[in-house]
């Protein structure tokens, strides 16, 4: 079992829609990330949280949203997306930003717009 | 900037080992990595090592690091049809900032 726990598993969603995946660690790590993966292609980071404050956008589209609300969780909020933000997103932690221990990912939300 | 390599795709039979390679271009002292992905699922982290190692054993799984050719290789023994997944190996920097650089995945697909 992965000790990154993502919420919900798979997302369908409208174009107008507004949703928020969810991800949440309980092994003490200060850093978090999202990424974005398509299919058979390697993750791509998008953000980087390290004690809880927003440390790397990676040039993401606004109607992408992340939010750490404490330093177990965090969010990413969805508006208006379009058709080629359908992929796996995947949460990840870490001991730190910069630290060498390794990230610890979750499953990932499958995530569907119509 | 940096790039990790990786082949395609790998096909072995089942009780034989695999050995899945990886080359990266950092001259920096860096840490290399592997992640196993199942289908639908997310990133397994497998093993890491230091570049200042050479291999790294860890039951069925032994990762052999030549610094000078900058090229680390997975050996899996006695694969298993559990086995068949993507493999990524990654690299990082020690100490830097700069996040993980990943390689295209390997699909490894293990024949009864």
């Known amino acids: 079992d992965t000790e990154v726990t993502q919420t919900p598993k798979h997302l369908v969603m409208g174009m107008t829609n507004k949703k928020s995946l969810k991800c949440e660690q309980h092994?003490?790590?200060?850093?978090m990330y999202w990424y974005k993966q398509k299919a058979k292609k390697p993750p791509e980071l998008m953000f980087v949280?390290?004690?809880?404050?927003?440390?790397i956008n990676e040039s993401v589209p606004s109607r992408f949203s992340p939010e750490c609300p404490n330093s177990s969780l965090l969010n990413l909020h969805l508006h208006a997306l379009q058709p080629e933000d359908s992929a796996l997103y995947l949460c990840?932690?870490?001991?730190?930003?910069?630290?060498?221990?390794?990230?610890?990912f979750g499953d990932g939300t499958r995530l569907s717009i119509l | 900037g940096e790039d990790v390599e990786q082949s395609l795709f790998l096909s072995v039979r089942e009780g034989d080992s695999s050995v899945i390679n990886c080359t990266y271009t950092?001259?920096?002292?860096?840490?290399l990595y592997w992640y196993k992905q199942e289908p639908g699922a997310g990133l397994q982290l497998l093993t890491y090592?230091?570049?200042?190692?050479d291999m790294k054993q860890d039951q069925r799984l032994t990762v052999l690091l030549n610094k000078k050719d900058k090229h680390l290789s997975l050996r899996i023994a006695d694969t298993q049809t559990g086995d068949s997944a993507i493999y990524f190996c990654?690299?990082?920097?020690?100490?830097?900032?700069?996040?993980?650089?990943f390689g295209s995945g390997t699909q490894l697909t293990v024949l009864p």
């Open positions: 990840a932690s870490s001991q730190g930003q910069d630290s060498n221990q390794p990230q610890h």
């Open positions: 092994m003490g790590h200060r850093a």
């Open positions: 949280y390290s004690y809880e404050k927003l440390s």
């Open positions: 950092d001259s920096s002292s860096t840490y």
């Open positions: 090592i230091f570049s200042n190692m």
């Open positions: 990654a690299e990082r920097e020690a100490g830097s900032a700069r996040q993980l650089t």
